[in-house]
């Protein structure tokens, strides 16, 4: 077992605690590898035999290289993931005094985390600073990361609650779920005592901090796990591991004719409806700018998006040792046993059959196995990024995902061997 593409994860995942990081690490690995950024309020010269990204909120990424082919006849090869993971945000005037010893922060929950593994672990703050320049209507961005254990959410003893480990033991996330900062003396002043911190932390005045979006995520570095290694224990692998797949694959892929797209959506995990969200224009724009800018015209971008495919790239579910009854009775995706198509009569994934089909091809052609999903009948089952795509522009896709355990834990599980696989398969497909 190749365990590289897996110990890369976890490497890209420990630099990536937030969105914002995630896109920041990956635009480090393609300015490396000769990637040239675009900015979309500049005039863009896209030249064949070169290769761009454009980000948007710092927290989306858009990156391409133009194929060697006509645009209209070969259309866009793309692969989809998203940068986000469920996780508490900061609120404003966030800090909390008890009983004048303890300072704790009020959070928001984002998206929908598992609130039950947050507890008793080391925590740390990362997120976005907004700082104070000479242009009102366009504040200076940094990016910040505490990188050290500095909060901890501790769960009550069983002594309080002997009902603990019933089932149904409600959670609230006002009260239950709020980090504690550290201890304090009687003359502390706890207003803008966060905000003094992270000036401290970026070494600028207090003054200049306009505002910030920061985020908790578990301190600890992920690890491969298991008899022979062959799990990888990780926050943040639902998507990271897909995201950090399909930019593996874009620089590893050989020149093609068709343009190969790898985009990076913010917010899915809070139903992507943000200008960096998969439901926003933005991809689409990135798309019709791709075309116009090599002389093509809307009759080039109508052919263009028809010639297409899409890979929506987003975490699947792994058969679970404890609970093998929750799965569909026939499907049952094990760990290492290849990325999964995802299916669903009622279209909330976008594979179809042809689209399948396609997928299966790619899989056979990079010498890689794969695996089917379908919900237990009886379950509603989630949703993703590719049908949110969809309503932006009518593309052949499809839905697939590597098979993971504890989806939305502080710590999720998936195979060392199915990264290796599904870079593999991007790879083929970015490169035929
Ligand atoms: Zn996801």
């Not at 710092?58 to 194929?67: C, D, M, R, T, W």
């Not at 003396?185 to 910030?212: G, I, R």
């Not at 439901?279 to 093509?296: F, K």
């Not at 196995?369 to 009886?378: A, E, G, L, M, Y």
Request: glycine residues 8%; contains cysteine; aromatic residues 8%.
């Amino acid at each position: 077992m190749n365990k590289q593409a897996a110990l890369d994860l976890l490497d890209f995942i420990q630099e990536s605690p937030t969105s914002f990081h995630a896109v920041q690490s990956i635009k480090r690995r393609l300015i490396a590898n000769g990637f040239q950024q675009l900015f979309s309020g500049e005039e863009w010269h896209i030249e064949h035999g070169k290769k761009y990204f454009v980000t948007k909120n710092h927290s989306s990424l858009y990156a391409f290289i133009p194929g060697n082919g006509n645009i209209a006849a070969e259309g866009f090869k793309l692969i989809c993931a998203h940068s986000d993971s469920p996780t508490f945000r900061i609120k404003p005037a966030p800090e909390m005094l008890v009983e004048g010893k303890y300072l704790k922060l009020n959070t928001e929950v984002y998206g929908g985390p598992i609130m039950y593994t947050w507890f008793d672990r080391p925590l740390s703050l990362a997120g976005r600073v907004m700082l104070r320049s000479e242009r009102p209507l366009k504040p200076a961005t940094q990016f910040v990361n505490f990188n050290r254990p500095l909060l901890e959410i501790p769960h009550l003893a069983i002594h309080f609650n002997r009902a603990v480990n019933d089932q149904g033991n409600p959670l609230s996330k006002q009260k239950d779920m709020l980090p504690v900062l550290g201890m304090v003396n009687e003359a502390f002043e706890k207003d803008n005592f966060l905000l003094k911190l992270v000036a401290e932390e970026m070494h600028v005045p207090e003054e200049d901090v306009l505002d910030f979006d920061l985020m908790l995520y578990e301190y600890a570095k992920g690890t491969l796990v298991g008899l022979n290694e062959e799990f990888i224990s990780s926050g943040r692998l639902d998507d990271l591991a897909m995201a950090h797949a399909g930019m593996t694959a874009l620089l590893d892929s050989e020149p093609c004719n068709k343009t190969k797209v790898l985009a990076i959506f913010d917010n899915e995990e809070v139903g992507s409806g943000t200008k960096q969200g998969a439901a926003a224009p933005t991809l689409r724009t990135i798309l019709e700018r791709i075309v116009y800018n090599q002389g093509g015209n809307a009759e080039d971008l109508f052919r263009a998006i028809h010639n297409s495919f899409m890979i929506s790239a987003d975490m699947a579910h792994a058969l679970h040792p404890n609970y093998p009854e929750k799965h569909d009775p026939t499907n049952h995706p094990v760990m290492n046993g290849g990325p999964v198509i995802k299916i669903n009569a009622n279209q909330k994934y976008v594979t179809d059959g042809d689209s399948a089909a396609v997928f299966k091809t790619i899989c056979k052609m990079a010498g890689v196995p794969c695996q089917t999903f379908v919900n237990h009948s009886d379950m509603a089952g989630g949703s993703t990024l590719g049908n949110i795509l969809l309503t932006q522009m009518e593309m052949r896709g499809v839905d697939i995902g590597n098979p993971m355990w504890a989806m939305h834990s502080v710590r999720e599980t998936a195979g060392v061997q199915d990264q290796e696989y599904v870079i593999k398969a991007f790879t083929t497909f970015y490169s035929i």
